[in-house]
């Protein structure tokens, strides 16, 4: 989550620089690393490890887990914040291919959307809203 917050950060300051300056260089390498050393690797390992979880869930709960309305909430919250990843590595090639689109106020204002979704999936998940408890 930590990655998904910095990210945009990155890009409003990345919208500052000049193109082909050092400092547009420099934000090209910070956003790759960023992106490919510690977002993608810790998003496959939550997947894998929630999956897991939700596998565990599942069995000890019975089919019916998954039409709970936290479940569902959660779910859709995780489709959001996958988009929200897809959306933020294409951003990532537009400014490194000098094609960025967006103003720095868009980043400032989208800044935040990965903290709102975490809110509502653990929110979710501790309450199990509507649904049974384990």
């Known amino acids: 989550m930590a990655g ?3 990210l945009p950060r990155l890009y409003v300051y990345h919208c500052k620089a000049t193109p082909g300056s050092e400092m547009d ?3 090209k390498i910070m956003e790759l690393k960023l ?3 510690i977002i993608n690797p810790a998003m496959i390992m939550a997947v894998i490890f929630g999956g897991t979880l939700a596998w565990l869930d599942a069995g000890l709960m019975g089919p019916h887990f998954w039409l ?4 569902l909430t959660k779910i ?4 959001v914040l996958f988009s929200w990843h897809g959306f933020l590595a294409r951003a990532r090639r537009d400014f490194a ?3 960025n689109q967006r103003s720095e106020r868009f ?5 935040e959307i990965p903290f709102v979704l975490a809110i509502i999936i653990v929110l979710s998940v501790t309450t199990k809203f509507g649904g049974i408890h384990s």
């Open 35 to 37: 992106l490919r050393m």
């Open 76 to 79: 859709a919250a995780l489709v």
């Open 107 to 111: 980043w400032r204002m989208t800044n």
């Open 97 to 99: 291919n000098g094609r």
């Open 4 to 6: 998904m917050l910095y």
């Open 25 to 27: 260089e420099t934000f």
């Open 68 to 71: 709970s309305p936290w479940a």
